[in-house]
Each structure stands twice: as C-alpha cells, then as structure tokens.
C-alpha cells in the first residue's frame, strides 16, 4: 500500500535565525521510500544535513527575515496491515544489555526515572518480565492520561504528566518511556507519522506523533501508550532520549510558527 506523508510550516522570524530541523523520514525506512521528502524552502536558503548520534537526519538552514515555508511530499510503500507483535519477549538483565542500549536506561530532559522509580516497581514489580511488563506498563499510562491539546504545554516532563493526568501523545510516550527505564528496560522516543487508515473519521487536524521503543530479546519494538492498538502506516522520522532530541525544529532566535499542517494518507 502506497502512504503519502508531508507537511507544511510557516514561520516568522523578525531577523536572520539559525535553524535545526529534524523533518526527514529515518533513514532505517530507506527501503520503503518510493518519492523521498527532499524538505522544500521558501523563500531558498542553503541547507546543510548531518547525522546525528541517534542516525537522525538533520538539517541546517538560516532564515532570512520574514515569513519562512518549510514544505515536503514524499510516497512510501507500508504493509497493508496492523502492525503485529514480533516474538522476542525476554527482558535482558542491565549486565548483558549492548553498551548502546544503557543511555536508554537513563533519565532525561523529559524523562524523570529516579522521581518514578518507586512507584513504578509497587505498580509493576509482580508483572510478568518482557513484553507483558512493557504492555501492562503501556496499558496504565493510556489509562492513566487524558488525552487533551487543550491543556498541551511544551516543558511537561513524564512526572508532571503522571501527577497531573492530561496530556498529548508526547507526554504518554515520555511517561512510558520514564516507567520502563525506572524498571530496568531500555526505552526511546519516537517521532514521525501515524496514520489513521482503518480507524473512523477523525475531524482533528492531522499531526505528528509520538510513542516510544523497549530493547527486548535483542530487538527495538514499538509501543504506542497513546493509541495503545496496532497502527497502519507509522513512520518514523527520529528517535532519541525524549522529545528535546527530537524536535521537528531548534530556532536559534525569535521566531512565530504561523502555520502547521502534517498530511499522512493513502496515497
């Protein structure tokens, strides 16, 4: 099946503003990408990429003063189908974990282990080790958490999201990210697309997402607190700690976002 993604953003910065973007879809999806989203510039500016530590593409632009339209169209072939469960289940003891994975195991920015950690093993110390842990981990924050972007705020950490139960998909994934660490599974954040092929029709404009991945049996699997069932076309643009090593943009100055729009559909 053919998945079209893309977005448009208008920014207005009042003099020349650096820029670090983050708005190509990962290189891991390589093998799916039919159109590739070169990231269009309005009014053109040079763009410099890099990779960074987490294999994220990113772009480096300067901004001239006035209003500034960052666009991209790109055609990816996905599975047909929800996503299915791979079979790896076992939980690694930390002393066999590959080096890479121990930062995931870390608190963050967004993701306050230590302030959890107690709470996270009364709550799920008598689950079963692996996925079940992972899930019922998942299967409590979707409880736990309203979903509401009328009360979003961009500093929310996962235990400001725990204590006070509302949030976007950004705050389910950091606090599952933040109970899984606090457990001892490594887990990182995720960021890209998510469609809603199969779902009912959604009147919410349409949005980048969030959910998160847990090292188990060898293998990174994704988890998704906020939806908390198998997904048709996701799409992952980056992965990192949390959000901060994310973001869709990093302006360097003053800058007004006038414009968001995020396009994910059969294509």
């Known amino acids: 099946m053919k998945l079209r993604v893309g977005y448009e953003l208008v920014y207005q910065c009042p003099q020349w503003t650096p820029m670090l973007l983050m708005l190509n879809v990962h290189s891991s999806r390589v093998g799916d990408v039919l159109v590739p989203d070169r990231i269009n510039v309005f009014p053109a500016v040079p763009i410099k990429q890099y990779y960074d530590s987490f294999g994220n593409l990113c772009s480096r632009i300067v901004s001239p003063p006035g209003q500034l339209t960052l666009s991209t169209y790109a055609l990816l072939e996905v599975p ?14 930390v002393e066999e974990l590959p080096d890479e994975c121990l930062q995931f195991l870390l608190g963050s920015r967004y993701c306050e282990s230590d302030l959890l950690s107690n709470d996270a093993w009364q709550m799920f110390g008598h689950t079963p080790l692996g996925r079940p842990r992972v899930q019922a981990i998942c299967d409590y924050v979707h409880r736990q958490i309203a979903f509401d972007y009328v009360h979003a705020r961009p500093t929310r950490t996962a235990f400001e999201a725990y204590r006070e139960g509302v949030g976007v998909c950004r705050d389910y994934a950091h606090l599952a990210v933040s109970l899984c660490r606090a457990m001892n599974i490594p ?22 997402c969030a959910w998160f991945e847990a090292y188990l049996g060898g293998t990174w699997q994704t988890f998704d607190p906020r939806n908390n069932a198998p997904r048709t076309g996701r799409v992952l643009i980056a992965r990192g700690r949390d959000a901060a090593d994310v973001a869709i943009s ?16 059969p294509g």
Do not use: W
């Open 80 to 93: 047909e189908h929800p996503e299915v469960h791979t079979p790896y289940s076992y939980q690694h003891p």
């Open 187 to 208: 887990a990182r954040y995720c960021t890209g697309y998510i469609s809603d092929i199969g779902l009912p029709p959604n009147p919410a404009p349409m949005d980048f």
């Open 250 to 265: 990093n302006s360097f100055g003053t800058t007004t976002l006038l414009k968001f729009g995020v396009t994910c559909e």
